[in-house]
């Protein structure tokens, strides 16, 4: 799928250019993706190690094991062909965590995590698993609670509710999570995106079966010697956890007191005696508390990990070294997959395929009362997050913060995903180059999210 989507991307990029003679914005287009491709990725490098190493120390103290097992019913559910005691359930759940509140500089490290460990169970390298795409679904409509950015723009423009859009962006959301994870799962068994059996040695392999990973680094062996689910943690030999002593124990409820306190000064200052913030004067305690919540999770994450695993006799320096190890092999797999797709859509972009399209298309969603002026953010956003931010401050600067039509645009900004970069990234990491179903469940989410936001602000505003 991903194949014919890049070429056309190119071959129409290079046809709309010559016919628009904008050949030279073709070109331009093309080494500015490029670059920013490259520039992308070795940002990615420093937070990737980061998180890589959290999750080590979190994963070698076995708190990744009981987070899984805490909600391994839904987790099954979804993920059906992983193991539920499998590191990859972990990660998963805290890439998800990190998407609801909206910390998309711990979400991204943490889906690469997770796409390296579901990487340990496919027995097709180079082509998505079902449990891939799902999961790519899922981060392409990830509830999130708080759309941050857009708040932020329409604070900025001056309007009077910017927090209006919380309610919205979250219904909006929920729709397109909802479309795409029953999307992969419909798509999933059709049979252009169905996987065959893989004959082995000794005979066939039913699709999904699990073949054993290469350790912590993600390296995969062959696929000719499967393994059962009971025998895929036998790999590396892990140092017996020790089991923490009354002041282990206390320490961790003193943590877990400290931060139960910040966030209750955050929500409610008046208990404190604090000085009345402007800002969080004019909003709900449920908002407020999703932003303390926002604020308050990665310092706590950043300590409550060392201190657990501390407490369970885990080397934490050493551990966290070993773990962040691994960032720049994975950045340097991302870097090629990352240039090919952001070079087609700046390609794309530059020869006015997108206002082309959004010419094609007004006729027809015109009678369908859907707003001529969110057509270039609707189409752009699975293609391009930095452009669909420029795109939706254009919108609030022309209509105003408080217009309905930028309400509409800020609720599809924070509802949606960049599907292409997302699916260039996470597949990229682990050389998948097969991406199957995930990309039309993808869009099918964002186009719900889109559907759903114009709808649900209609009837709110």
């Known amino acids: ?7 056309a991307l190119v071959v129409l990029a290079v046809a709309i250019g010559g016919w628009n003679d904008r050949l030279n914005e073709v070109t331009a287009g093309a080494f500015d993706g490029a670059g920013t491709a490259v520039t992308i990725a070795l940002g990615l490098i420093g937070v990737m190690a980061l998180w890589l190493g959290v999750m080590r120390l979190a994963e070698r103290a076995g708190l990744v094991q009981r987070i899984a097992a805490g909600l391994r019913p839904i987790m099954r559910r ?3 062909d992983v193991p539920p005691e499998h590191p990859a359930m972990g990660s998963m759940l805290m890439n998800m965590a990190a998407n609801m509140l909206g910390l998309g500089n711990a979400a991204t490290p943490l889906g690469l995590r997770a796409m390296r460990d579901l990487e340990t169970l496919n027995p097709r390298p180079g082509v998505a698993s079902n449990a891939m795409c799902t999961f790519l679904a899922i981060n392409t409509a990830s509830v999130q609670l708080i759309p941050a950015t857009a708040i932020a723009l329409l604070a900025a423009a001056g309007s009077m509710r910017p927090t209006a859009i919380v309610g919205t962006a979250l219904l909006a959301t929920l729709c397109a999570a909802t479309v795409a994870i029953t999307s992969a799962k419909i798509l999933e068994k059709l049979p252009f995106f169905r996987l065959r059996e893989t004959r082995v040695q000794g ?6 079966r699990a073949r ?19 025998d895929i943690f036998k790999m590396e030999e892990l140092a017996p956890i020790a089991r923490p002593g009354t002041w282990a124990s206390a320490v961790l409820v003193l943590l877990g007191f ?4 910040l966030f209750a000064r955050m929500v409610f200052p008046g208990l404190f005696n604090l000085p009345a913030n402007p800002n969080a004067a004019t ?7 999703v932003n303390a919540l926002s604020i308050l999770a990665i310092p706590f994450l950043l300590s409550f990990f060392p201190v657990y695993a501390a407490t369970r006799g885990i080397k934490v320096f050493e551990e966290f070294v070993e773990g962040a190890k691994e960032s720049f092999g994975v950045i340097l797999k991302i870097i090629p997959f990352l240039v090919t797709m952001l070079v087609a859509i700046s390609m794309f972009k530059g020869a006015g395929g997108i206002d082309l399209l959004a010419r094609v298309l007004t006729p027809v969603l015109a009678p369908l009362h859907f707003p001529t002026d969110l057509l270039p953010l609707a189409l752009m956003r699975p293609l391009s997050g930095s452009a669909t931010l420029a795109i939706l401050a254009d919108i609030i600067h022309r209509l105003g913060p408080d217009n309905i039509v930028s309400l509409m645009a800020a609720t599809i900004y924070g509802s949606t995903e960049t599907t292409f970069y997302v699916a260039a990234v996470y597949f990229g990491s682990v050389g998948v180059k097969q991406t199957r179903h995930a990309i039309p469940a993808g869009l ?12 649900v602000c209609r009837a709110v505003f």
Request: hydrophobic share 50%; aromatic share 10%.
């Open 1 to 7: 799928m991903l194949n014919y989507i890049w070429l």
């Open 78 to 80: 979804l993920f059906p």
């Open 203 to 208: 005979g066939e392999v039913p699709a999904g």
């Open 212 to 230: 054993q990973p290469g350790g912590s680094a993600g390296v995969s062996p062959s696929p000719q010697a499967p393994v059962a689910a009971s």
């Open 258 to 261: 400290f931060f139960i306190a």
């Open 283 to 289: 909003q709900s305690a449920f908002v407020r508390s």
């Open 444 to 455: 099918l989410g964002d186009l719900a999210g889109v559907i759903a936001s114009v709808i």
